[in-house]
Nanobody
C-alpha cells in the first residue's frame, strides 16, 4: 500500500534552514507528481511546492526563492530544502503523491521561533 514517511522537522531560529525528507513506498514513484503541503494551527492545509516526474517544479508565492523541492528517484524520496525560515513557516509539513490524494503521512513539525 502507499506509504509516506516525513522527517527532518524541528525547532529553528528565524533565518535558519531545515531539510525535510519524505520516504515513499507502494507506488511507482518515478512517474508520480509529488507535493509538500503544510498546515498551521487554525488554518487550512496549503500547497507549498510540487515536482513532477520530469522534475518540473512549482511553488507557493510565500515560499518562492526560499524553498527548493527535489526528488531522488533511486531511493523514492522527495525533499524540501527550506532556507531563510520565518515564523509564518511554522506548521506541520506533509508530503503527498498526487495520484493518491486521500493518503497522507504523519507529517513533521517545523517551528520557527527565537
Amino acid at each position: 500500500q502507499v506509504q509516506l514517511v516525513e522527517s527532518g522537522g524541528g525547532l529553528v531560529q528565524p533565518g535558519g534552514s531545515l531539510k525535510l525528507s519524505c520516504a515513499t513506498s507502494g507506488f511507482r514513484f518515478v512517474l508520480e507528481t509529488m507535493s509538500w503541503y503544510r498546515q498551521a494551527p487554525g488554518k487550512v492545509r496549503e500547497l507549498v511546492a510540487s515536482i513532477t516526474g520530469r522534475q518540473r517544479t512549482t511553488y507557493a508565492d510565500s515560499v518562492k526563492d526560499r524553498f527548493t523541492i527535489s526528488r531522488d528517484n533511486a531511493v523514492n524520496t522527495v525533499y524540501l530544502q527550506m532556507n531563510n525560515l520565518i515564523p509564518e513557516d511554522t506548521a506541520v509539513y506533509y508530503c503527498r503523491a498526487e495520484s493518491y490524494v486521500q493518503i497522507w503521512g504523519q507529517g513533521t513539525q517545523v517551528t520557527v521561533s527565537s
